[in-house]
């Protein structure tokens, strides 16, 4: 939803939905969104 310039509001980052997976991401080192997963694993096989 937008607010004004600049201002915006996510019902995620109010719950703190978005700090949780950062945390999770950060204590296992496996990212959670999709792209992070394939960068990692291309990384890894030696692809990227």
Do not use: D, E, Q, Y
Not at 13 to 26: D, F, P
Not at 28 to 42: A, D, M, Q, Y
Request: proline content about 4%.
């Amino acid at each position: 939803m937008k607010l004004g310039p600049g201002l915006t509001f996510s019902w995620k980052r109010a719950l703190g939905v978005t700090a949780a997976k950062r945390k999770v991401s950060r204590a296992t080192g496996i990212p959670l969104s999709r792209t992070g997963r394939r960068n990692k694993l291309g990384k890894f096989l030696g692809m990227k």
